[in-house]
């Protein structure tokens, strides 16, 4: 598969701060790539400097195939950029907005205009698109923002904490937006305070800490580098569970409940293994469920902070 982002010892400062370390990334066409790190990590930098908006320090970099150094008009001709912060303009209609951005794309009138009704329809804002952006919910101005970085019909797009502040249901039809973008061939670099969000949408995920990259791979390998996956044996019968904690002496005993929890994987030979010990020792078992770590573990094992963000549908009140 071909890259769409190849990055090579990236490096950047900012007087004697050091923000990215020597940094690789490899970004795969047609997928969406997660990078992660808690505030300060330099993933927005990172972004700014892959969108040719910040110089970096050092590093060969590649975007779209263009030599970001040597040729940052062609990168920028094939990129669009959500940052974190809504680029709409509240003065204007969701469609004056959309028109704005062709203009500065230099489509003519008429193709800026048809470009302008067509994201429109695509984002479904038609109703919204003579109103004033102003008057627009946090989500729906997510999507025109989105909807704008999309005039020049990039190839490659860097979302910057795209759902940030977004209530759960907007956050979900902004992750569809995503995955349909994705299925159309444009790659997308996602950066994210909600581990979630990665795990939900990214192929790839890279983690950011202090400027360096201290773990990266798909989400189930990324978990996989954690400890702590077990399966829990539930049982009803005193004496199952009796005889189960004696086939079974790694396990964790909780005998008010008749619960084991037994270290494991979660791969098919580790489970395999295990129902073969239960299955030779004609174990009754009540209930099994299998745990496996999260992101939010793998975060705390790598960066050694607990979870970037809790998501809106974690949130509760009281």
């Known amino acids: 598969m071909s890259s769409a982002i190849d990055v090579r010892g990236l490096r950047k400062s900012y007087g004697d701060k050091l923000v990215l370390d020597g940094i690789d990334l490899n970004v795969a066409e047609g997928t969406i790539f997660g990078l992660l790190g808690p505030n300060g990590a330099g993933k927005t930098t990172?972004?700014?400097?892959?969108?040719?908006?910040?110089?970096?320090?050092?590093?060969?970099?590649?975007?779209?195939?263009?030599?970001?150094?040597?040729?940052?008009?062609?990168?920028?001709?094939?990129?669009?950029?959500?940052?974190?912060?809504?680029?709409?303009?509240?003065?204007?209609?969701?469609?004056?907005?959309?028109?704005?951005?062709?203009?500065?794309?230099?489509?003519?009138?008429?193709?800026?205009?048809?470009?302008a009704d067509e994201l429109l329809e695509r984002f479904d804002l038609v109703e919204a698109g003579a109103k004033l952006a102003s008057t627009y919910s946090g989500g729906m101005k997510r999507r025109l923002d989105l909807a704008m970085t999309l005039v020049g019909d990039p190839r490659i797009i860097f979302l910057d904490e795209p759902t940030t502040g977004l209530d759960p249901r907007s956050r979900h039809s902004m992750?569809?937006?995503?995955?349909?973008?994705?299925?159309?061939?444009?790659?997308?670099?996602?950066?994210t305070q909600y581990l979630d969000e990665a795990d939900e949408l990214a192929d790839q995920i890279a983690v950011l800490d202090h400027g360096r990259l201290v773990a990266q791979g798909t989400a189930e390998q990324l978990k996989r580098l954690v400890p702590g996956g077990h399966v829990r044996l539930r049982f009803t019968a005193p004496d199952d569970f009796a005889l189960a904690s004696q086939v079974l002496p790694a396990a964790a005993r909780d005998e008010e409940a008749l619960v084991l929890q037994v270290p494991n994987d979660g791969s098919v030979h580790s489970l395999r293994a295990l129902l073969g010990r239960i299955d030779d020792a004609s174990l009754e078992v009540d209930e099994l469920t299998v745990h496996t770590p999260d992101l939010d573990d793998v975060f705390f094992a790598v960066t050694g902070q607990p979870t970037v963000e809790t998501s809106p549908e974690k949130v509760t009140t009281k």
């Open 46 to 115: 990172a972004v700014q400097i892959l969108s040719t908006l910040t110089a970096a320090d050092a590093g060969e970099i590649r975007v779209a195939g263009f030599d970001l150094h040597q040729n940052p008009e062609g990168v920028r001709s094939a990129i669009g950029v959500t940052g974190q912060f809504s680029a709409v303009d509240g003065l204007l209609t969701g469609r004056e907005n959309l028109i704005m951005m062709a203009d500065l794309h230099h489509l003519g009138r008429r193709e800026g205009r048809l470009r």
């Open 175 to 191: 992750w569809q937006l995503i995955r349909e973008l994705v299925a159309g061939g444009v790659t997308v670099l996602l950066t």
